[in-house]
T-cell receptor
Framework: NAGVTQTPKFQVLKTGQSMTLQCAQD?????MSWYRQDPGMGLRLIHYSVGAGITDQGEVPNGYNVSRSTTEDFPLRLLSAAPSQTSVYFC?????????????FGQGTRLTVV | QQPVQSPQAVILREGEDAVINCSSSKALYSVHWYRQKHGEAPVFLMI?????EQKGHDKISASFNEKKQQSSLYLTASQLSYSGTYFC??????????FGKGTRLHILP
């Protein structure tokens, strides 16, 4: 049982490049979310999804797109990378049902934009 | 909207107790506690629903005061393994879980 898998683990981008951070879970969880973690800022919610075909914005959605075509996958797209998007990105999933269930986090993607 | 955690950091000796607080300016539906060790992903500790219930996890327990919109995490007889950053996440009735900035806990032998 792999849980939540994020790829890649590390990435360096040049300003203006685009890329997709992958997130997949094999627990049949309905709820998935993306957070970014910056020093001293905690975990900030970027986008979330309550099920396939449904996504919504979190606290800091600008510069990011998401889609949820399957229950398993929830990719995060950076449209035009900026140095301010240098961060550690975490994907999380939970059963749903009101979101009052344990969230499982992936191991994170450390992104540097130069 | 981000909950406020206090203290920002605390240093303890092994065996001492600690309390971490989490407060919100808005009504809370639930409070979620996680611990993150350096370089790792956050790991679930417990969830508290409105109603003032208290939960426990080994020697770590938490309370939720719905009226005061506050939650507290209690670490009793701390162990070296308790070191890390503790995050509270709050849900205010919609589908978002918003986390605080975290409390760094360092346990000395």
């Amino acid at each position: 049982n792999a849980g939540v898998t994020q790829t890649p683990k590390f990435q360096v981008l040049k300003t203006g490049q685009s890329m997709t951070l992958q997130c997949a879970q094999d627990m049949n969880h309905e709820y998935m979310s993306w957070y970014r973690q910056d020093p001293g800022m905690g975990l900030r919610l970027i986008h979330y999804s309550v099920g396939a075909g449904i996504t919504d914005q979190g606290e800091v959605p600008n510069g990011y797109n998401v889609s949820r075509s399957t229950t398993e996958d929830f990719p995060l797209r950076l449209l035009s990378a900026a140095p301010s998007q240098t961060s550690v990105y975490f994907c999380a999933s939970s059963l749903g049902g009101g979101m009052n269930t344990e969230a499982f986090f992936g191991q994170g993607t450390r992104l540097t934009v130069v | 909207q981000q909950p406020v955690q206090s203290p920002q950091a605390v240093i303890l000796r092994e065996g001492e107790d600690a309390v971490i607080n989490c407060s919100s300016s808005k009504a809370l539906y639930s409070v979620h506690w996680y611990r993150q060790k350096h370089g790792e992903a956050p790991v679930f500790l417990m969830i508290l629903l409105k109603g003032g219930e208290q939960k426990g996890h080994d020697k770590i327990s938490a309370s939720f005061n719905e009226k005061k919109q506050q939650s507290s995490l209690y670490l009793t007889a701390s162990q070296l393994s308790y070191s890390g950053t503790y995050f509270c996440g709050t849900r205010m009735g919609d589908d978002k879980i918003i986390f605080g900035k975290g409390t760094r806990l360092h346990i000395l032998p």
